[in-house]
């Protein structure tokens, strides 16, 4: 049993015609559609509109660009991946619709390196979508209902059985489904909004352990956890797995927790994000600032964990093959460290410039991949890299490693301190961000990003000279009480592990 448990449902937010501007009003050619009933209800909502000349054409059809940025905005798909279509330029209105859609994996494009992003899109491609979406099974046996059953392709057979026996795509009077047909721009609304109420969203806000002592229990839909001290056991999760910002610093256990989808981690700090006998397959770390601790254990496996800001990534005590791969793709380049300790993965590769990478002598890297300029510290083994980036420096170089044409060989770094350990980065400022008012959170922002410090908030009296600790305000975030009326505040931080310095606000 789930106790004290959220349910909420996506809401859809639709904008069709990119090029064309919406209009507010009533429609004016919906009147004795099927549909009419539904596109109203959205566009009350302000879910969709229709064109400046009061139309919403709900018979036209859609690009598969088009199709793929209402779906992003239904589901709320944010995080963007590398492409290389031939035919989406970089400056193309849908090439982040694109990018995103490739990165929550529910297309991947043509065999010849293109995405024909403005052709029309057919109901057996939007059912293949709205499958991988959904993480439905394929069912072609589903499929066999309709009257032109055994014209349905074979690539897409199972999606079409399976979206028509979720309830979510159904066919036309005459009893067929006509998968090669365009899909319409009502038909989209229709089978958008079906799939919506199909996916659910579990959401965790209180401390406290969820999931059964023993057997399993499966989720549905996706998961939120956005509370600290909650612990996840024996569950199958068949959509994503959110660990949100509310978390904070704190820390979150998952259990014998399988995530059939990917996770995201935006909350944790330096206590930790456990996974015990866990498997997950994506893991993105995107956390704004500070660093997030993963702790991998027992049979874990992680397929691939895609760090966008700092991480500490440990393996203790490993029964199962662990971590497969991780990627630093960062969104701007940009100081972000890792720090690999004890870890065995079959695949590194940094995408982003700026990262500095630290591990110790219990981490072994089979392929390391430098695509941006990068530094290397500690004791770490790297049996073979491919260097594609000028700039790179290492303090134990790799076993083997090739250099691409054109491109600077990596130097070795020596530390000054001469001791052939890790140097310390020294923490160089301190700010605080936040309105002086009781009740309001202050938050402090260290320099730089990343960095692991102790907090300390401290007061004094407008009119004093001395500064005192306030009890219990060792936090990255403080709220003011009270107590602080008519005093002034500050922090003051001091770096730990691979941070050296102690820095106040004022």
Same mark, same amino acid.
Request: glycine share 6%.
């Given at each position: 049993m789930r106790s004290r448990v959220s349910i909420v449902v996506i809401a859809l937010c639709l904008i069709f015609g990119m090029a064309a501007a919406v209009?507010?009003?009533?429609?004016?050619?919906?009147?004795?559609?099927?549909?009419?009933?539904?596109?109203?209800?959205?566009?009350?909502?302000?879910?969709?509109?229709?064109?400046?000349?009061?139309?919403?054409?709900?018979?036209?059809?859609?690009?598969?660009?088009?199709?793929?940025?209402?779906?992003?905005?239904?589901?709320?798909?944010?995080?963007?991946?590398? =492409?290389?279509?031939?035919?989406?330029?970089? /400056?193309?209105?849908? &090439?982040?619709?694109? +990018?995103? $859609?490739? @990165?929550?994996?529910?297309?991947?494009?043509y065999e010849d390196d293109t995405m024909k992003p403005d052709n029309p899109i057919s109901r057996q491609e939007a059912a293949t979508i709205i499958m991988k979406i959904l993480r439905l099974e394929e069912n072609t046996s589903g499929a066999d209902k309709f009257n032109d059953a055994a014209g349905i392709p074979a690539w897409s057979k199972g999606a079409v059985g399976a979206v028509a026996s979720a309830g =979510?795509?159904?066919?036309?009077?005459?009893? /067929?489904?006509?998968? &090669?047909?365009?899909? +319409?721009? $009502?038909? @989209?609304?229709?089978?958008?909004?079906?799939?919506?109420s199909s996916k659910v969203d579990v959401i965790y806000d209180k401390a406290g352990t969820y999931g059964p002592a023993s057997g399993s229990e499966e989720i549905k839909g996706n998961v939120i956890i956005s509370a600290a001290k909650v612990n996840l056991q024996n569950l199958v999760i068949e959509g994503n797995l959110t660990i949100d910002k509310a978390v904070g610093d704190g820390d979150v256990h998952l259990k014998q927790v399988t995530v059939k989808g990917d996770t995201y981690i935006y909350g944790g700090g330096k206590d930790s994000v456990y996974f015990i006998d866990s498997q997950t397959g994506r893991t993105y770390v995107l956390k704004d600032d500070g660093p997030i601790r993963i702790v991998v254990s027992g049979t874990t496996e992680i397929n691939e964990i895609i760090a966008q800001?700092?991480?500490?990534?440990?393996?203790?005590?490993?029964?199962g093959e662990g971590i497969e791969g991780i990627t630093i793709d960062k969104k701007v380049d940009g100081n972000i460290e890792i720090n690999l300790k004890g870890v065995n993965v079959e695949s590194l590769k940094i995408n982003t410039a700026g990262v500095t990478v630290r591990t110790d002598g219990d981490t072994v890297i089979d392929k390391l991949a430098v695509n941006k300029k990068a530094d290397f510290r500690g004791s770490g083994t790297i049996k073979y890299a491919y260097i594609n980036a000028d700039g790179v420096?290492?303090?134990?170089?790799?076993?083997?490693?090739?250099?691409?044409?054109?491109?600077?060989?990596?130097?070795?770094?020596?530390?000054s301190s001469g001791g052939g350990g890790i140097s310390k980065v020294a923490v160089s400022a301190i700010s605080v961000e936040g309105v002086a008012k009781v009740g309001e959170t202050l938050t402090a922002k260290v320099t730089p990003t990343g960095a692991t410090v102790n907090y300390q908030w401290q007061a004094r009296a407008d009119d004093?000279?001395?500064?005192?600790?306030?009890?219990?305000?060792?936090?990255?975030?403080?709220?003011?009480?009270?107590?602080?009326v008519g005093k002034l505040i500050r922090v003051k931080v001091t770096g730990t592990g691979n941070y050296t310095g102690t820095k106040t606000s004022v």
């Open positions: 209009y507010a009003a009533p429609l004016t050619d919906t009147e004795n559609h099927w549909a009419k009933e539904l596109i109203n209800a959205w566009v009350e909502k302000g879910l969709i509109s229709g064109y400046e000349d009061g139309t919403f054409r709900p018979d036209n059809n859609i690009t598969r660009a088009e199709f793929m940025a209402l779906v992003n905005r239904a589901f709320n798909y944010q995080e963007k991946a590398e =492409i290389d279509y031939k035919d989406v330029a970089d /400056t193309a209105w849908y &090439a982040d619709a694109v +990018k995103i $859609a490739r @990165a929550a994996g529910y297309i991947s494009g =979510i795509m159904g066919g036309y009077p005459d009893g /067929t489904f006509k998968a &090669a047909n365009l899909i +319409k721009r $009502a038909e @989209a609304v229709v089978a958008l909004d079906k799939a919506l800001s700092g991480v500490t990534v440990e393996e203790v005590d490993l029964a420096t290492f303090e134990k170089m790799p076993e083997k490693y090739e250099v691409a044409e054109g491109v600077k060989p990596p130097t070795i770094y020596r530390p004093g000279t001395t500064w005192d600790d306030i009890a219990d305000a060792t936090s990255k975030t403080y709220i003011l009480s009270e107590n602080e």
